[in-house]
């Protein structure tokens, strides 16, 4: 989930990290978005780091302990929940497969589903794709996805915040997904969905997700063909309730 000691058990665990965030979340985003730089509240509130994750080449801004909102009470995030400042398992197997196969990505364009903190659309950047469209509907991770393009030496990509799920498929050559499957019923409209882009434009598409029950059991699981299995860091095991690896998965619909 993170890149390095991030959310482990000894200081909060991600489950109740995030629970904090919903449970005192309300829509301030409009109000403080016209007093405050989103991207000096970003630099000020995260931690650039890179090392402890499997995909140590990359940098991102995250959450650390030595963040403020580590420990701060979350009614005073101004923001929707945090998820684009961690580096959740999925995101960190799909990101390595791509930097250990950039042919996957070269000359391609690429999506990035549900980008959060980007590392899977920087993955593919620096894999040589043509274009990279980083889709998440939080609009502050549209921000930090720019920031760590940036902090790779990379022009950012371009990042869309409507949400793309359902739409006319925009003939996309590869369409990355990392821990999407984390709802029966965001699962089920993904499924519809990637095969329409599948069957219209020939898309290929590229999941990453640790073994989720909502993944394993729901029905898009047999259409499905492992490439990759990933050993994950210590860290990240303790971050994740002991979940040992985290997998890539191509989506063949005719199987």
Not at 83 to 91: D, L, R, S
Not at 188 to 193: A, F, G, I, V
Request: aromatic fraction near 10%.
């Amino acid at each position: 989930m993170t890149m390095s000691g991030l959310l482990t058990p000894q200081s909060r665990n991600v489950k109740v990290f995030i629970k904090a965030f919903r449970q005192t979340r309300r829509a301030r985003y409009s109000s403080v978005s016209s007093q405050l730089n989103i991207r000096s509240f970003i630099s000020e509130n995260t931690e650039i780091v890179g090392e402890q994750s499997l995909t140590p080449e990359v940098k991102l801004r995250l959450f650390t302990p030595n963040c403020r909102f580590w420990r701060e009470r979350p009614e005073l995030w101004p923001f929707d929940d945090p998820y684009w400042a961690i580096y959740w398992p999925g995101g960190q197997a799909l990101s390595r497969y791509l930097l250990d196969n950039p042919a996957v990505c070269r000359g391609k364009t690429v999506l990035d589903l549900g980008s959060g903190c980007g590392a899977s659309a920087i993955a593919a950047k620096l894999c040589g794709a043509a274009h990279v469209v980083a889709n998440d509907i939080d609009t502050v991770a549209a921000v930090a996805t720019h920031m760590n393009f940036e902090l790779n030496g990379l022009e950012p990509a371009v990042c869309l915040s409507n949400n793309m799920i359902g739409s006319q498929p925009e003939g996309f050559d590869l369409i990355l997904l990392g821990d999407m499957f984390y709802e029966e019923a965001l699962a089920t409209s993904l499924h519809n969905w990637l095969d329409r882009c599948i069957r219209t434009q020939g898309t290929k598409v590229l999941i990453g997700d640790p073994g989720r029950a909502q993944f394993e059991e729901h029905g898009i699981r047999r259409l499905l063909r492992q490439l990759a299995q990933f050993e994950l860091p210590e860290s990240v095991r303790e971050e994740n309730y002991g979940l040992t690896c985290s997998r890539v998965w191509c989506y063949h619909p005719e199987l």
